[in-house]
């Protein structure tokens, strides 16, 4: 045998040995029942729940998961997965939507206003319709974000969080 395809041989294998543990990872798998898709939340995701006694929502990056004893780690905790009873996300879609309805309503009313100052005919001017347009989507894109803020996930028989682990097990 080569003692150059030796060589690239115990390499492979070398690196093969070292970086299999690379190869998996630990998150929290949000299940919907009837969904195959499950939503991934890994580990430095910044979290908002609640625990079962509904006192209020916690916020806290998610440190580490502890797969035999079901912990979810935060900085100064560890809960148990069945503690937590609901998860709450930012609607983030609002926020730019409600910011291009506000712009809209502005440039609406810029564009009437330089179209009546340049205009040549003494019969069009800024209208009250304009003032409307511009009032109704500045106020909706001020409403919006706040209407739609949060996304609300209620655990129970429908939806769980389960921690998955898909690193080799080490024996």
């Known amino acids: 045998m080569n003692k150059r395809l030796l060589y690239i041989l115990l390499g492979f294998v070398l690196a093969g040995c070292t970086l299999t543990p690379a190869f998996g990872q630990k998150f929290l798998a949000l299940e919907r ?4 898709k499950n939503i991934h939340i890994p580990i430095g995701t910044v979290l908002t729940y609640q625990l079962r006694d509904g006192q209020g929502w ?13 912990l979810v780690i935060f900085p100064k905790i560890a ?7 609901a998860l709450r996300y930012d609607k983030n879609w609002s926020k730019g939507i409600g910011k291009s309805l506000s712009v809209f309503g ?5 564009i009437a206003l330089v179209g009546t100052l340049t205009d040549k005919n003494p ?3 800024y209208e009250l319709s304009d003032a409307i347009v511009t009032g109704s989507a500045c106020l909706t894109g001020f409403l919006l974000p706040r209407i739609f803020k949060y996304k609300i996930v209620d655990l129970g028989k429908r939806k769980r969080l389960r921690i998955m682990d ?6």
């Open 123 to 125: 019969d069009t001017h």
């Open 106 to 110: 502005l440039s609406w009313s810029a």
């Open 58 to 70: 916690y916020t806290a990056e998610v440190v580490d998961l502890n797969y035999k004893d079901t």
């Open 166 to 171: 898909t690193r080799p097990s080490e024996r």
């Open 33 to 36: 029942y009837g969904k195959v």
């Open 79 to 85: 809960i148990p997965l069945k503690e937590i009873s």
